[in-house]
């Protein structure tokens, strides 16, 4: 069985072009801890626009996601508060590598290794289009917010500094 060629196919590209969703896609230079400074200004795009996939654990070292504007940080103690938990942190770089099978700068939050609940910071429903990554560093995809809560079911947020 032969494997068709494309530059960006990844898991998460697969698992949307198999559910037939609309997206775009963005390739840039990616640069090591760069962030999203360095995506929104390659694609020319706000940092607003431009969504960190961030895996965080609460006290029991139960995985979630959060997905966050690039120009915010998540307030961890109004997540766990709004979520139930006593406490939410970032994972390890290899312990969210081990949950989703993306490396760090690369994560997607669509096809991730281990089912994860994902949770939405409100606003990010708000735009008309933002930009997410697609799965590998350099790499982000452009798609309508409400395939977030579609596909994921994401849950919406308010946790926004």
């Known amino acids: 069985m032969s494997k068709k060629e494309h530059i960006s196919e990844t898991p ?3 698992f949307l072009r ?11 230079a990616y640069e090591e801890h760069g962030g999203t400074a ?5 694609l020319g795009v706000t940092e607003h626009s431009v969504i960190k996939t961030l895996v965080m654990q609460d006290e029991h070292a139960k995985p979630l996601i959060v997905l966050m504007h690039g120009d915010k940080t998540v307030s961890t103690k ?5 979520i ?14 081990r949950h989703t099978a ?13 089912t994860l609940v994902v949770y939405v910071e409100q606003s990010i429903l708000d735009l008309e289009k933002i930009y997410i990554n697609g799965g590998r560093r350099g790499y982000l995809i452009g798609i309508a ?3 977030l809560t579609q596909l994921l079911e994401a849950r919406p947020v308010n946790c926004a500094l």
């Open 102 to 114: 993306y490396l760090i700068g690369g994560t997607s939050p669509f096809a991730t290794k281990k």
């Open 145 to 147: 917010p409400s395939l």
């Open 78 to 82: 109004n997540l766990a508060r709004q």
């Open 38 to 42: 360095v995506s929104s200004r390659e």
């Open 18 to 28: 198999k559910q037939g969703a609309s997206f775009t896609e963005h390739p840039y």
């Open 12 to 14: 998460a590209t697969q």
């Open 84 to 97: 139930g938990c006593k406490s939410v942190e970032p994972c390890k770089p290899e312990v969210a590598q």
